[in-house]
Structures are given as structure tokens and as C-alpha cells.
């Protein structure tokens, strides 16, 4: 039996206004807009960064059932954490607004919007 392989994993996350992933997403980490659906009747995109893909939906029922949590590893931390700061400190999650050496041995620092919470780390 040959091994299963994956090449990507890609969420899909909800939010009962897409506006606010755009900000986060977009406007704050430099995603960009790959596949726009954005005005239609049913909001929808893709956005992408590098190797990294994530589909943003409009849909108040599911984004209030789902409130996930992901990770975005960096080699770079301090720069990333300086430019989302200085640009969005509003974003910074009040519990881990600043990089912060954790007990498992990875710095950290995360950011919240309305729907999600995005920890960024550097091992």
C-alpha cells in the first residue's frame, strides 16, 4: 500500500461579515485576493500567500457555530510583530500582544478579529 500524501491544507473560515477577514487578512498580513466572489449573493473568496491558501466565506449561521484558532510559522518574528503593531495594534490579542517565549519553546504573539484567533510563531 503506497503512502497517502497531502500537498496543502486549506481552511475554509466564516465570518458573518467577509469585510472583516479582508482587513485581517489582506490589509493587515498581505494576503491577496486569488478568486472573488465577494459581491455576490452568497460572499465568498480565496486568499493566498506564498504556499498558503484559505477560502473566506459570508455566512452569519456557520461563523457563529465555528471560532477557530491557526498558526502562521515565521522565520522572522520580531519584524512581523513590528509591522502588524505599528500598523493594527488593534488586532493584537489581549492576552498575547507581545512576542512571548513559550513553555514548549516557540516565541509567540497573536492577533483576533471578530471571528478567529492567529497565533504567530517562530520556532
Given at each position: 500500500?503506497?503512502e497517502i500524501k497531502?500537498?496543502?491544507?486549506?481552511?475554509n473560515v466564516?465570518?458573518?461579515?467577509?469585510r472583516?477577514?479582508?482587513?485581517?487578512?489582506?490589509d493587515?498580513?498581505?494576503?491577496?485576493?486569488?478568486?472573488?466572489?465577494i459581491?455576490?449573493h452568497?460572499?465568498f473568496c480565496?486568499?493566498?500567500k506564498?504556499?498558503?491558501r484559505?477560502?473566506?466565506?459570508e455566512?452569519?449561521g456557520?461563523?457563529n457555530?465555528?471560532?477557530p484558532?491557526?498558526?502562521?510559522?515565521?522565520e522572522?518574528?520580531?519584524?512581523?510583530?513590528?509591522?502588524?503593531?505599528?500598523?493594527?495594534?488593534?488586532?493584537?490579542h489581549p492576552?498575547?500582544n507581545?512576542?512571548?517565549?513559550?513553555?514548549?519553546?516557540?516565541?509567540?504573539?497573536?492577533?483576533?478579529?471578530k471571528q478567529?484567533g492567529?497565533?504567530?510563531?517562530q520556532?
Open positions: 500500500m503506497s497531502f500537498t496543502k491544507l486549506v481552511p466564516f465570518y458573518i461579515d467577509i472583516d477577514a479582508l482587513t485581517t487578512f489582506v493587515c498580513l498581505g494576503f491577496t485576493i486569488t478568486h472573488d466572489e459581491k455576490t452568497r460572499p480565496v486568499i493566498e506564498g504556499e498558503l484559505i477560502n473566506l466565506f455566512d452569519a456557520l461563523a457555530e465555528h471560532h484558532e491557526f498558526r502562521l510559522v515565521t522572522d518574528i520580531e519584524n512581523v510583530y513590528n509591522q502588524i503593531s505599528s500598523k493594527y495594534p488593534n488586532l493584537l492576552n498575547l507581545k512576542v512571548t517565549l513559550r513553555p514548549w519553546g516557540a516565541r509567540e504573539f497573536a492577533i483576533t478579529d478567529l492567529i497565533v504567530i510563531q520556532w
